[in-house]
């Protein structure tokens, strides 16, 4: 078998792979009744996305962020059962070793086996189009919403995809690998929410608040009554919210343009997430003082607008996490999978 090849040929090499792995799943009946279904569920929450933004009299800003998140939910859902058996699922079925032994080298079946994949995924978001569409044309979303919001929903498919089919090559039995894609996929999602509540619920700091009161006698008359200082602790929640720049569903709101209404405070979902994150970074007063015996003028309080533009965003660290997490997914899967194999794990099927 010749191992040099030319950058055409290369591709070619993959092309054949991606198209044997598309027919394959393309004949399958199940594969039609699972986008029904994904279409169906769509229809079903764009109308109560309408019907909520009605309620709350908002704009299409609204529903469009709704089904964009629901479509990333359904997304992450279906695509560890697509990928996650790629590789060791050919190899139980005995039709992985006769492409090894053609001139197809284990980078081409890797990849291949990845775009085929993601393809796949991919697939389901064509199929959200004609609702995401709607939710466009219902008025308020601006274009660059829809180009940022949709380009990361395409690499977040590409990222589970790419986890599913490394975890194939790396694991040797196919509900493992899928069950330990789905792992991952809820470690990312809800691992990090729960390790960002109770990391801030354990990492506590003293706050010493200092007040004045005043004291109102029979007469009218008042007084101001001595200070009093009372301490408490108080979540710190500033020092763990970098767990959740590798939550997918905070990368998708933090990376897409927010729009504001006339207060400064955001019109749709990715907004209203991402002010939540940037209230995250804000280190709590630790010192406070109230004075009801001071007459001042009302405090004013930043707007939201105000709040994401004097904080960092965290969106781009998140998707380099999720590249490098993919990228060592398949490097490992390349290593396991590769031959001639130094060594296989009992009981794995080579023929």
């Known amino acids: 078998m010749s191992t040099h090849q030319s950058g055409a040929g290369y591709l070619r090499g993959i092309g054949t792979i991606v198209g044997l792995e598309l027919r394959q799943r393309v004949r399958s009946v199940a594969w039609y009744v699972l986008l029904g279904v994904f279409a169906a569920l769509l ?42 058996n790629a590789i060791n699922g050919d190899r139980d079925a005995a039709t992985l070793a006769p492409v090894q032994v053609t001139l197809a080298t284990t980078g081409q079946i890797i990849l291949g086996k990845l775009l085929a994949a993601w393809v796949t995924g991919l697939a389901f978001l064509a199929v959200a189009v004609p609702f995401l569409l709607v939710a466009t044309l219902a008025g308020g979303v601006e274009p660059g919403v829809v180009a940022v919001s949709l380009l990361v929903l395409v690499f977040e498919v590409g990222v589970v995809a790419a986890v599913g089919v490394g975890l194939s090559g790396v694991l040797a039995r196919p509900l493992f690998s899928v069950a330990v894609t789905y792992l991952v996929v809820a470690a990312l999602s809800i691992g990090t929410l729960i390790a960002f509540g109770l990391g801030g619920a354990a990492v506590r700091s003293e706050v010493v608040e200092t007040s004045r009161y005043l004291s109102y006698g029979d007469d009218s008359t008042y007084d101001c009554e001595e200070w009093q200082t009372s301490t408490y602790d108080s979540p710190r929640y500033d020092r763990v919210w970098g767990f959740l720049a590798a939550n997918p569903y905070v990368i998708l709101a933090d990376a897409t343009p927010t729009t504001f209404d006339g207060n400064g405070y955001p019109v749709d979902l990715f907004g209203q997430i991402k002010l939540g994150i940037r209230y995250a970074q804000q280190t709590p007063e630790l010192e406070r003082v109230y004075d009801e015996c001071e007459q001042s003028e009302e405090e004013l309080y930043p707007t939201g607008e105000e709040i994401i533009a004097s904080t960092t965003p965290s969106w781009f660290v998140g998707m380099g996490i999720h590249l490098v997490l993919a990228a060592g997914a398949l490097w490992w899967a390349w290593w396991r999978t590769r031959t001639p194999a130094g060594r296989l794990a009992r009981g794995t099927r080579i023929a």
Request: aromatic share 12%.
């Open 43 to 84: 229809l079903a929450v764009t109308g109560l996305a309408f019907a909520v933004s009605s309620s709350w009299d908002s704009t299409g800003d609204t529903v469009y962020s709704i089904v964009v998140f629901f479509v990333l939910l359904l997304a992450t859902l279906v695509s560890p059962a697509l990928s996650g």
